[in-house]
């Protein structure tokens, strides 16, 4: 069976639940281990800088992988180098729920990186090829939720495991079920080929493969796009890693308490995200960004200067990070999708996930070198990182007025502040 669309409801149904099942696992494994910090802090006796490397590891690795495999990917069945990706990152899973030391747990995060980036790029790819145009969005939007199903049920049950049988445990768990989802993917998947075309004589792999790349980098209104994507990824993975530690370690949330912050902000942004997507529809995706940005503030320098108090306020102030922090990525990712000149969207937002995965690494990494630790235990200088999220926060919030919706390179103009369009916003 080649690139159609699925032959009934049922059939893409099942394609949606897989593709859906791939992306949970691979998100799980991104955002389990900041949760997990205080107890690899202390299980491999390091610091916040090396807790810090780990995480950003994953993602640099992605954002390596994902540049590499623009060279590569379209020269291969989908759905065959979706399931190989996925059974090597089950492999990367088991490898890093065996790890003995601190290095073997960065090898295998770095390789699940590479693999799951590429996994995950290619579940949207597929999608794309395969569900038509006028079902694609709903489509999307069942994929998308395995970031939230990811935080509400992903993390919590993953430190419950932590806490039950030790820090391997909830890589054990993720390793095994992805065995399930990809004997089922491989069930379910349909052959996806039609984009392999033979080769003419006068072509070359590299060159065709860069020839789009370098069209989308010599447009000024995506290289802005990506600058705001830049600030985006700092406003938040400066802060993001380090909740975790500095909560059990400052705050005096216990572990066990742990998994109740996640589920609880988790569970918020599940209803919040489709309230904030509606409103930016309605009023404006620009207007509403600044908006829900302006209030992230609030919550970034709450958490990041919060005290030891009871249990009940430092939920309240999770919940509202989860809520307002998060949500401001609904109108920003709507407003970078529009930058893209239709004809190259599919490389530009290739690139753009990239470029979010770098920045994520260099802010975790970057705030893991302000951060310090105390001979007490506790977390040093948090409050500077939050007021550096704040002030990239307030960058992007200055720099959105630059990005317009994308035209065709002949018919781009001289930049100016682009006059909020809201529901026409591609």
């Known amino acids: 069976m080649s690139s159609r669309p699925p032959n009934d409801a049922a059939a893409e149904k099942r394609l949606l639940i897989a593709l859906a099942a791939v992306q949970f696992v691979c998100v799980s494994d991104f955002v389990i281990v900041s949760p997990l910090g205080p107890v690899l802090m202390r299980t491999f006796d390091v610091g916040p800088t090396q807790l810090g490397a780990l995480v950003s590891a994953y993602t640099f690795s992605a954002?390596?992988?994902?540049?590499?495999?623009?060279?590569?990917?379209?020269?291969?069945?989908?759905?065959?180098?979706?399931?190989?990706?996925?059974?090597v990152f089950a492999l990367a899973l088991l490898a890093a729920s065996a790890a003995p030391s601190y290095p073997t747990l960065m090898a295998a995060r770095v390789l699940g990186g590479a693999v799951g980036g590429l996994a995950g790029a290619t579940v949207y790819t597929i999608i794309g090829d395969v569900v038509p145009e006028s079902r694609r969005g709903a489509a999307t939007g069942v994929v998308m939720t395995a970031f939230a199903v990811a935080t509400v049920a992903g993390v919590p049950i993953g430190l419950l495991f932590a806490g039950w049988f030790g820090w391997h445990a909830p890589f054990l768990a993720l390793a095994l079920?992805?065995?399930?989802?990809?004997?089922?993917?491989?069930?379910?998947?349909?052959?996806?080929?039609?984009?392999?075309?033979?080769?003419?004589?006068?072509?070359?792999?590299?060159?065709?493969?860069?020839?789009?790349?370098?069209?989308?980098?010599?447009?000024?209104?995506?290289?802005?796009?990506?600058?705001?994507?830049?600030?985006?990824?700092?406003?938040?993975?400066?802060v993001i890693p380090y909740?975790?530690?500095?909560?059990?370690?400052?705050?005096?949330?216990?572990?066990?308490?742990?998994?109740?912050?996640?589920?609880?902000?988790?569970?918020?942004?599940?209803?919040?995200?489709?309230?904030?997507?509606?409103?930016?529809?309605?009023?404006?995706?620009?207007r509403v960004y600044r908006a829900v940005a302006a209030a992230s503030i609030v919550p970034l320098l709450l958490t990041t200067h919060l005290p030891p108090v009871a249990f009940g306020w430092a939920?309240?102030?999770?919940?509202?990070?989860?809520?307002?922090?998060?949500?401001?990525?609904?109108?920003?990712?709507?407003?970078?999708?529009?930058?893209?000149?239709?004809?190259?969207?599919?490389?530009?937002?290739?690139?753009?996930?990239?470029?979010?995965?770098?920045?994520?690494?260099?802010?975790?990494?970057?705030?893991?070198?302000?951060?310090?630790?105390?001979?007490?235990?506790?977390?040093?200088?948090?409050?500077?990182?939050?007021?550096?999220?704040?002030?990239?926060?307030?960058?992007?919030?200055?720099?959105?007025?630059?990005?317009?919706?994308?035209?065709?390179?002949?018919?781009?103009?001289?930049?100016?502040?682009?006059?909020?369009?809201?529901?026409?916003?591609?």
Request: proline content about 5%.
């Open 63 to 87: 954002a390596v992988a994902g540049f590499a495999g623009a060279l590569f990917v379209d020269r291969f069945d989908r759905r065959q180098l979706l399931l190989v990706l996925f059974a």
């Open 243 to 286: 909740i975790a530690v500095y909560t059990t370690s400052n705050v005096g949330v216990t572990e066990r308490q742990l998994p109740l912050i996640y589920l609880a902000g988790g569970a918020a942004t599940l209803f919040t995200a489709r309230l904030i997507g509606r409103l930016a529809d309605r009023h404006g995706h620009k």
């Open 177 to 238: 079920l992805a065995v399930l989802v990809g004997g089922y993917a491989r069930r379910v998947l349909p052959r996806i080929d039609a984009h392999l075309r033979p080769a003419s004589p006068d072509s070359h792999p590299v060159l065709d493969a860069l020839r789009p790349i370098g069209q989308v980098l010599r447009n000024a209104n995506h290289l802005r796009a990506y600058l705001f994507v830049v600030l985006l990824s700092f406003s938040a993975f400066m």
């Open 315 to 426: 939920l309240l102030v999770a919940v509202l990070f989860f809520v307002i922090v998060s949500g401001r990525m609904v109108p920003g990712n709507a407003i970078i999708t529009g930058c893209a000149v239709p004809r190259l969207r599919g490389t530009f937002m290739s690139l753009n996930a990239s470029i979010q995965s770098l920045a994520q690494a260099a802010a975790t990494f970057l705030a893991g070198l302000i951060i310090g630790r105390g001979a007490d235990g506790r977390l040093e200088h948090f409050g500077t990182v939050g007021w550096c999220g704040v002030a990239a926060t307030i960058a992007a919030m200055l720099w959105v007025r630059w990005l317009r919706p994308g035209v065709e390179p002949a018919t781009e103009s001289v930049a100016r502040p682009e006059v909020d369009s809201g529901a026409r916003t591609p």
